[in-house]
């Protein structure tokens, strides 16, 4: 009796000793694995940029199932539909894979569908994006709700640099930094955004990169993801 007594008083003590034992970034860990455990949910993305600003982004995903997604760009909606590692796009020609909407038509202009099939090709979703931001920040440190902290200077590089079409080496990246915040309410994760800095060389000349992107999550658990069936036939 008195050794289930004792055991009974260690666990009711230990409780708040391994809650405490939490840090900021086990709790962005902890809410990023909860979405990515969700049925279902939709998110908005928004970028500021001095360089280059797209318009808003939308997703709506399932678990195991559809991922669909619409991208703005001036007055153009373009959509695009994940299953299983496989990602098309709807082009004028109808839908198309990333390899098909990726070929160079040899004109010499900017291609937003073929720069947009790049982008998917190692496309995450918010999910993955936050477990992914978490992991190249230093040190998180929470304000109420707020989980915010630097990256670490080759996280920020990892994101300001992309593989060449072709598989070519990208850009040169120096200078990189970046910052990172998420919003979590009651373990659930509704907000990040990061802001990333630093010089890219594009064919000798440097850009300063100045960019900020917010992405809001919301219906989770009861957004019905709806796919064209045109969308649904590429895929299958």
Not at 154 to 165: E, I, N, V
Not at 184 to 211: M, P, S
Request: charged letters at 30%; one cysteine or more; glycine letters at 10%.
């Amino acid at each position: 009796m008195k050794k289930n007594l004792l055991c009974a008083i260690v666990l009711l003590t230990a409780g708040p000793l391994f809650a405490a034992d939490s840090t900021p970034n086990d709790d962005v860990k902890s809410a990023a694995d909860k979405l990515a455990a969700a049925d279902s949910y939709a998110w908005k993305t928004t970028v500021e940029a001095k360089q280059f600003r797209p318009g808003p982004s939308t997703g709506q995903t399932e678990k195991d199932g559809y991922t669909y997604l619409t991208f703005s760009m001036r007055d153009n909606t373009t959509e695009a539909v994940i299953k299983g590692g496989k990602a098309i796009i709807k082009t004028d020609d109808g839908w198309q894979t990333l390899q098909e909407a990726s070929k160079d038509n040899g004109d010499g202009q900017f291609n937003p569908i073929r720069f947009l099939a790049f982008r998917l090709r190692n496309y995450k979703n918010p999910a993955e994006e936050a477990a992914n931001l978490a992991g190249k920040t230093k040190e998180l440190t929470k304000s109420d709700d707020v989980y915010s902290g630097d990256m670490t200077e080759d996280g920020a590089k990892s994101l300001l640099s992309f593989r060449r079409p072709g598989g070519g080496d990208g850009p040169a990246v120096s200078n990189a930094k970046g910052t990172v915040k998420f919003w979590i309410k009651d373990g659930a994760l509704t907000k990040y955004q990061f802001k990333l800095e630093g010089t890219v060389n594009f064919n000798g000349n440097d850009r300063d990169i100045d960019r900020t992107t917010t992405v809001e999550i919301n219906g989770v658990g009861s957004t019905k993801v709806s796919v064209p069936e045109e969308a649904k036939k590429k895929l299958s």
